[in-house]
């Protein structure tokens, strides 16, 4: 097993209870103990956006968080959303356990960590818990780099397995010019659901920047809870692709599967610089 990255726990403002995770020198997850729905991060923004368009305001829903970090999301859902039963997934024990000791989870929460590889525990039958999330966030990370067992078609066909009928599935991803994996991850999405969205920084359509990706897919419609308008919180508002735009950005980018899959590139990655100032995918 390779070794894990090492993880540091910052306190940024003892006033909020405010605190940073890094992992491998990348910021994870920033999590206020005082008001768990401040959200630092733009990526957490937006899935909390759609999940917070996704069934009516404060009503419980069954969630399951693939990679937790800090717990920020499950944290908003827990104070958005009373009574909402939440699974997190976590491969670590020992960091989980050391983070939560610094920083616990809210009194009266209904949230479960399973520990262990996401895909194994996706994978079991004889899993103590029942799973049948209402909504799934694929956050799996090892530091700046997704591996390749956790996005492929059968990694996701695993996924589905635990969703809920129509259910709304939220990836955070990292790309940049070029968007190759980010394509790849929604062509493999779009042949398991109906309907499939990007979300993207406005200032990466110029296909020089680098930064996260989230993709959204269900077989329920996606335009009111990943709309412009959900998302118009956001400074500048993020680029949304839905419906014909999400397939021009999709192009003829293939269907990963176990025997095409890769681990996602890192930031520095010589394979950006490559693409850069190319035409945006979804033009």
């Given at each position: 097993m390779p070794a894990q990255p090492p993880t540091e726990l910052t306190l940024v403002d003892a006033a909020t209870g405010t605190w940073l995770l890094t992992v491998d020198g990348v910021l994870q997850s920033q999590v206020s103990l005082t008001d768990p729905t401040v959200l630092e991060f733009d990526y957490v923004r937006v899935i909390a956006r759609a999940i917070d368009a996704w069934a009516a305001p404060g009503v419980p829903l069954s969630v399951a968080h693939l990679g937790g970090?800090?717990?920020?999301?499950?944290?908003?859902?827990?104070?958005?959303?009373?009574?909402?039963?939440?699974?997190?997934?976590?491969?670590?024990?020992?960091?989980?356990?050391?983070?939560?000791?610094?920083?616990?989870?809210?009194?009266?929460?209904?949230?479960?960590?399973?520990?262990?590889?996401?895909?194994?525990?996706?994978?079991?039958?004889d899993l103590d818990v029942d799973v049948c999330a209402d909504v799934t966030v694929v956050d799996l990370w090892a530091g700046a780099v997704i591996s390749a067992r956790v996005a492929s078609l059968e990694f996701y066909v695993l996924v589905t397995r635990r969703m809920a009928p129509g259910a709304l599935l939220a990836v955070n991803l990292l790309d940049g010019p070029g968007f190759v994996y980010s394509r790849g991850q929604a062509a493999t999405l779009a042949a398991l659901f109906t309907n499939v969205a990007v979300v993207v920084r406005h200032d990466m359509t110029s296909n020089t920047e680098i930064g996260n990706v989230v993709l959204f897919a269900s077989d329920s419609p996606l335009g009111f809870a990943v709309s412009t308008g959900s998302l118009s919180a956001e400074t500048p508002p993020p680029r949304v692709l839905i419906g014909d735009e999400a397939h021009r950005f999709i192009g003829n980018a293939p269907v990963v599967t176990d025997a095409t899959a890769s681990d996602s590139p890192p930031p520095d990655e010589e394979h950006f610089r490559a693409h850069a100032g190319e035409p945006w995918p979804a033009a």
């Open positions: 970090g800090a717990l920020t999301l499950p944290r908003y859902v827990a104070a958005t959303r009373p009574g909402s039963v939440q699974w997190v997934v976590e491969r670590d024990e020992e960091l989980s356990r050391a983070m939560l000791a610094v920083l616990p989870l809210p009194a009266g929460h209904d949230i479960c960590l399973l520990y262990g590889d996401a895909r194994d525990l996706a994978a079991r039958a």
